[in-house]
T-cell receptor
Framework: QQQVKQSPQSLIVQKGGISIINCAYENTAFDYFPWYQQFPGKGPALLIAIRPDVSEKKEGRFTISFNKSAKQFSLHIMDSQPGDSATYFCAASPTYGGSQGNLIFGKGTKLSVKP | DTGVSQDPRHKITKRGQNVTFRCDPI?????LYWYRQTLGQGPEFLTYFQNEAQLEKSRLLSDRFSAERPKGSFSTLEIQRTEQGDSAMYLC??????????????FGNGTRLTVT
């Protein structure tokens, strides 16, 4: 059972364009939603994360939008650059009495930014 | 802070052999996780430790898999009688958690296992 569904599987964007990756979750106990970036041969690296008490979080060119009622969240990469070409994973986890639960990852989106 | 270190980076083994991987977490991190990632998929949780205690194991962790974290520092993941289906990237991650104060997960660069 896939608890975090991610789309699209792959994405091609022109340099300077906006990249948008979407995720949907099922478990209403999830309350921490990070995005990870992974380059070939490397481990995932945290990009940005959000909790459901806010609907949007922005860090530089990266923005997470969160819709609690729809159980959806998305990553927007503004002014996409060739160096952003990587695989992006959304993830979610619950918190149990203040203790962070284990991350459940989506299947990933391979982003290619064309120069 | 040198990050999470994993060794070896690559391991090729024949079916039926045993393999062991090592993970050195970020020094002040008390939580250590093992994940498995197959081609084209996201990481899947295997198990985690809080200090030296193994607190949770996934159903993915068959009885051929065993993980240890003696003294709450480095961790080892052993796979006995390897099968071709064990071929994957094995990722280690660490974090710091005291009460409700949590740090994000920091991943290592993984050990890529190929079972022939």
């Amino acid at each position: 059972q896939q608890q975090v569904k991610q789309s699209p599987q792959s994405l091609i964007v022109q340099k300077g364009g906006i990249s948008i990756i979407n995720c949907a979750y099922e478990n209403t106990a999830f309350d921490y939603f990070p995005w990870y970036q992974q380059f070939p041969g490397k481990g995932p690296a945290l990009l940005i994360a959000i909790r459901p008490d806010v609907s949007e979080k922005k860090e530089g060119r990266f923005t997470i939008s969160f819709n609690k009622s729809a159980k959806q969240f998305s990553l927007h990469i503004m002014d996409s650059q060739p160096g952003d070409s990587a695989t992006y994973f959304c993830a979610a986890s619950p918190t149990y009495g203040g203790s962070q639960g284990n991350l459940i990852f989506g299947k990933g989106t391979k982003l290619s930014v064309k120069p | 802070d040198t990050g999470v270190s994993q060794d070896p980076r690559h391991k090729i083994t024949k079916r039926g052999q045993n393999v062991t991987f090592r993970c050195d977490p970020i020094s002040e991190h008390n939580r250590l996780y093992w994940y498995r990632q197959t081609l084209g998929q996201g990481p899947e949780f295997l198990t985690y430790f809080q200090n030296e205690a193994q607190l949770e194991k996934s159903r993915l962790l068959s009885d051929r898999f065993s993980a240890e974290r003696p003294k709450g520092s480095f961790s080892t993941l052993e796979i006995q009688r390897t099968e071709q289906g064990d071929s994957a990237m094995y990722l280690c991650a660490s974090s710091f958690e005291i009460g409700s104060n949590n740090s994000p997960l920091h991943f290592g660069n993984g050990t890529r296992l190929t079972v022939t």
